[in-house]
């Protein structure tokens, strides 16, 4: 098999002395707005990553994160605001002036070189001598679990190979910050999720800032110290895994992280930050997510694992089962109610194996977050 | 040798038009070639006065033509030296211009290959004389050059559009100068279109007659000399020069349909 | 400017630019317009100015002669006066004579003489005639090239059409001249089968034939028809063929209706450069006349340059040329709508 010899796993000791000449640094974007012509790819967004955590940005293709990631690596120069790398300003400074290095979604390896030069190319570009250079690209390779395939050319590698060499020729510079662009995007799902894990356990060794574009959201959960949310050049929050999944701050972030059960409605009442809406399963209430107004349209959504069979919640709707689909450790049944589909996960077991074609569905007060319908117009 | 959507009928019309057509090509180069080995002396296949190589000894006898060949050889490197710097320049710069600008240049650029050749002569030897130089080979690889210089560069631009851009920002992020960006990027990327270009403008060059009768003055390549010669005759040393021609063509030929008709690996 | 420096630096963006403006101005535009602006001067004819000088002389000699003669001392000085003004007069001529003064104007395209005009349309006349004959005869081999099935086939058919093509122009209009001469090939032929008698110049002169040109041209211009077709048909889907036949279409009109307008750019091209590259074609002409048949236009303008020695008037020839050349382009450019860089493919 190829490929296993790909996923041989990484070693410590090396990377531990290797490591320790580099040094994350912090990354803030101050008011930076990109513009292409009379299109806005990125709206002013202020952003501050920490030195050596490991953020990811994710959204779908075409959010502008890809351009942000270009900016930070300076190929892109912002229209308006600037790029601080470990407090100084990036004004000017073109990309092989950065402390930065850049993984590219295609990798870019170079088809020419010998997998060793490739390593070596950034030494050479800083006029190391070339047997120093390729002892370190050597080094390098032997971090990756790849010393065996320095004289071999890119071709010659498969896919997850490849991505260790385009790694290891990111650290031969010993850059403060490592920019990903959806590196793993071409993997197979296996090798994507080995990846996955290894690019963490690196991250955590070299201890130097990665930044992480994906549209995957669970590459971005599972890898990452904060996740920034984008949609439509536009942060729509920044928080850790947990807090994005549990707590939401917009209704995009809500729906494009995760599954949603979402009822549209009107708000009845508003107190403190309990919110109850009318909507066509009746009345709803849950806890208030941004500016809402009695009277104005709002967006309920509940979990589909937040909701429990029986009537013992605060909010309680009669439902019809349509369909049961088995997923493994969980069950998802697919119910009806006044017109509304909802979206159930179980955990599998005796209990969800011969359920009545009617019954009660019931999520807390908790489980149910509200937010202004305006708000997902741009989602 | 035909299409498999056409009727029988048609395709036996068209098999033999084919087989005409490529009779009309190769039949002249064949009765030139063969006239090239009689030994009357006025070029001809239909009088047949006997086998002979002399006029192979003639021809390497003979001072003038020998020294075309040289003059074009000369020539065809100079042509090689100033029109491929210029249509890297050339394909370099349009790559990354604008569609706007871009289109103004390209039309500035490629008009040299949409101009009759006696044109390019006409007015390069006008020019050069305003400085001085009178027609010759400097002249005739300067006119050559015009127009070779853009074919370069469409050959330059057919490859830079397979390019892939990331590799030169790789190199650029990894720390290197725009300096060693282009020498270890993009001029290996481009070397085997230099190649091509180079063989391309050495056997336009070589074989240009239209511009370079015009731009050569008193000096003479081996086909303004050969052209001359005509004038006032012919002579089967004529057929030998096109015997070595055909020799050499066919040779390349071979090489080159053995290497492509190899079945390739899938 | 700035794209260029940020995409390969300062020094190689300005070394790339300076080059390709030394050969966009030293060896495209300003030769150019070199051409343009010796074609609208010209030096006034010397012919009157001897003349004049010629008269001026015979008046002093008389006058000297009338001076010898002249016994009255005040006659004789003024006949000296007159002499000596003469004498200036003549000094001053014979110096414009040897240098005389450039004119401006557009004179050398209407001096044209009505042979000269003659022969220019006839050229371009000829250069369609050829265009025309050159995509009658390629067509087929393009369709049957392009559309050729299996790889092998298509190599050895580009081979046998480019083969012909690798050998010099030169020699391959030399070896029309073999064929066609007076002792050629076809009159050795014919001579072997008693139709002509070669010992009493009995031959058949199809060299003084301007279609002996005709041949030469196609067969040398040829490639330049064919490939451009070669080209855009093997993008066209053969599906559509059989879909028309399977349709119920005839031959004709599945060329006219589907083949034809998809080869539409490529024959477009293909006449484009045969056009241009007859039209100002010197070499088929000069080698397949040798002034025994009806001259062409280029060689019109190599004898203004080299024999009659006359830069200005050669130049206002090649000026029209060129522009009738660029006229001809863009009409087809705009009827077949195809752009620039569909002509470069």
Known sequence: MAWTAGIRPVGTTNIVAYGSSMRGKDVRLDKVSIRFGDSTAVQPTDLAIHAGEFFSILGPSGCGKTTILRTISGFIEPTDGRVLIGGEDMVGKGPNERPTALIFQNLALFPLMSVAENVAFGLEARGIGKAQRLKRAQELLELVALDQYGDKKPADLSGGQRQRVAIARALAVEPSVLLLDEPLSALDLKLRQHMRTELRSIQKRVGITFIYITHDQGEALAMSDRVAVMSRGRLEQVADADTLYAEPATPFVATFVGEQNVLRGRITTLADDVASVETPIGLVTGRAKGALKVGDEALVMVRPERISLGASNANTVPARLVSRNLEGPSVNLLCAAAGQNFTVTVPNGPAVRDLPEELNLSFGLADALVYPMGALAHG | MSTATDSPGARLILNIYIGLFVLYLFLPLAVMSAAAFNSFDYPSVTQWRGFTLKWFVALANDQRLLQGLVNSVLVALGVIVVSIPAGLSGALILTRLGQRSGTVLYSVLVSPVLTPGIILGISSLIFWREFGVPGGLFVAVMAQSSFIASYAMLLFLARLQRQDRTLEEAALDLGASHTLVFRRITLPFLAPTAFTAAVVAFLQSFENYNTTVFAIGGEWTLVTEIASRLRFGLSPVINVVGVIFVVLTLLAATTYVLLKGKPKRA | ?345
């Open chain 3, 1 to 345: 400017m700035g794209s260029l420096a940020r995409a390969y630096g300062r020094p190689l963006a300005l070394t790339l630019t300076a080059i390709l403006v030394l050969w966009i101005l030293a060896l495209i535009l300003v030769p150019l317009g070199a051409m343009v602006q010796q074609s609208l001067w010209w030096k006034d004819s010397a012919g009157d100015l001897s003349l004049t000088i010629d008269r001026l002389y015979n008046d002093i000699a008389t006058l000297q002669l009338d001076a010898g003669n002249a016994t009255d001392a005040a006659k004789k000085a003024a006949l000296d006066a007159e002499i000596a003004t003469k004498q200036g007069e003549a000094t001053a001529l014979e110096a414009q004579e040897l240098n005389p003064g450039k004119q401006w104007g557009l004179d050398n395209f209407t001096r044209m003489s009505s042979l000269h005009l003659y022969i220019f349309v006839r050229t371009i006349l000829y250069a369609l005639m050829v265009t025309a004959l050159a995509l009658i005869v390629c067509y087929p081999v393009a369709y049957v090239v392009a559309l050729a099935s299996g790889p092998r086939k298509a190599i050895i058919l580009t081979v046998a059409l480019i083969v012909p093509y690798a050998i010099n122009e030169l020699l391959r209009v030399y070896a029309w001249l073999m064929i066609l001469d007076y002792r050629g090939v076809i009159n050795g032929v014919l001579g072997w089968f008693g139709v002509v008698d070669l010992d009493n110049r009995g031959w058949i002169p199809f060299l003084e034939n301007p279609s002996a040109v005709f041949l030469a041209m196609i067969y040398t211009y040829v490639l330049f028809m064919v490939f451009p077709i070669v080209n855009t048909l093997e993008t066209l889907d053969r599906n559509q063929i059989e879909a028309a036949r399977d349709l119920g279409a005839s031959t004709a009109r599945i060329h006219r209706r589907v083949i034809i307008p998809h080869a539409k750019p490529g024959i477009a091209v293909g006449c484009i450069m045969t056009f241009m590259l007859s039209a100002g074609s010197y070499s088929v002409p000069a080698i397949m006349t040798r002034g025994q048949g009806g001259d062409w236009f280029s060689q019109l303008v190599y004898r203004q340059f080299f024999e009659s020695n006359n830069w200005n008037m050669g130049s206002a020839y090649a000026v029209s040329l060129l522009v009738v050349c660029t006229a001809f382009i863009l009409l087809m450019m705009r009827f077949f709508g195809v752009g620039l860089r569909d002509i470069a493919k």
